[in-house]
C-alpha cells in the first residue's frame, strides 16, 4: 500500500470551523505529526481522535523530515497539523512536503481554517489580486521590505504580533503614507474578534488606546495607479458598445 502526506488545517479560534472530512482523515490516519503536541491535545480529545501524535516544529522539521518519509515510503499514511490554520502558511509544513514530492510520495492538503482569507474579506480592499507576506523580516531585510511594498499595487496581507503592532503601522505610515487605507484584524473566528477599517494612522490611534491581545492579520491597499495606468486600463476593459 502507498504512503500519503495529508496536510489537514485546524481551526484558527473556533473549534466549529472543523471540517468533517479533517477529523475523518486524522482518524484514519496511521499517525499524525503536530507542531505543539500540548497545543493539538485539547483539540484532538474534543473530536474523539486517538492516534500516536508526534512533533513537528521549526526546530526539529529538518533532522525529522528524512524519518517521516522512510514511513510514508513503508505505506503510513501520516496527518499533519499545526497549532492553528494551515499547515505551511507561515507555519512547519513545506520542507516535508517538498521532501515527500521529491520522493514521489502523494501530498494532498485538505481545505480550511487560513487567517488571512477572512481578514482579506472583512477588509473591504480589492480581494481579486493581492500579495500575502507572512512575517516581516524583524531585523535584517526589514526597511528593503518596506521599500519593496510601498510599490505594490495589489492589496498586502501581513501577520503581527501584539508586541511588534504599533510599530509596524507607524513603518507603514512612513513609507507607503499615513493615509493609506488599511484594515486590521485580531482573535479572529474567537469571542473577541475584531476588525478596525480606515487609514493607518487611524488603526494606530485605535490600537493605542486599546487592547493589544491576539494574533493580528494586517492588510493594506495596494498603491494607486498612475494617471496614465489608469488610462490604459480604461481603454483595456472598455466594452465594445462604449
Sequence with gaps: MDGKL??????????????????????????ILAEDTRTSAPMLKHFGIDKKVFSHHQHNEHKATSE???????????ALISDAGTPAISDPGFFLVREA??????VECLP?????????????????AFCFEGFLPVKKGRQTKFKKLAEEDRT?????????????LDEFSQYLGADRQASVSRELTKMFEETVRGTLVE?????????????????????????????????????PED
Design 6 to 31: 495529508f496536510l489537514v488545517p485546524t481551526p484558527i479560534g473556533n473549534l466549529e470551523d472543523m471540517t468533517f472530512r479533517a477529523i475523518r482523515i486524522l482518524k484514519e490516519c496511521d499517525l
Design 68 to 78: 517521516i518519509v522512510k514511513f510514508l515510503n513503508e505505506g503510513q499514511k501520516i
Design 101 to 106: 514530492i521529491k520522493n514521489d510520495i502523494a
Design 112 to 128: 480550511g481554517a487560513t487567517a488571512f482569507v477572512p481578514a482579506l474579506v472583512n477588509s473591504g480592499l480589492p480581494a481579486d
Design 156 to 168: 498586502i496581507i501581513l501577520y503581527e504580533s501584539p508586541h511588534r503592532l504599533l510599530k509596524t
Design 203 to 239: 488603526i494606530k490611534s485605535h490600537f493605542e488606546n486599546n487592547t493589544l491581545k491576539g494574533e493580528f492579520v494586517i492588510c493594506i491597499a495596494g498603491k494607486e495607479p498612475s494617471k496614465d495606468k489608469r488610462v490604459m486600463n480604461k481603454e483595456k476593459y472598455k466594452s
